[in-house]
């Protein structure tokens, strides 16, 4: 995941999101909540999640 996420950020990437179950209880929830991933916003039935580089954008929370 690190690696991935230092990628994003050297090709110039400013946030990244992903969607995962609603469902907090779920290991996923925690596993990106851990890395530093924030709640974006719930739709459809998937939670929206965004990361921004160190130093970046403000952590929004949606």
């Known amino acids: 995941m690190a690696l991935a996420q230092a990628w ?3 090709s110039g990437c400013t946030r990244a999101w992903l969607t995962t179950d609603v469902d907090r209880k779920l290991r996923a929830h925690g596993f ?3 890395r530093g991933w924030v ?3 719930v739709e459809d039935g998937l939670r929206w999640m965004q990361l921004f ?3 970046g954008a403000s952590r929004r929370n949606g």
């Open 8 to 10: 994003l950020w050297a």
């Open 32 to 34: 990106y909540r851990h």
């Open 53 to 55: 580089p160190p130093g």
């Open 39 to 41: 709640d974006c916003k």
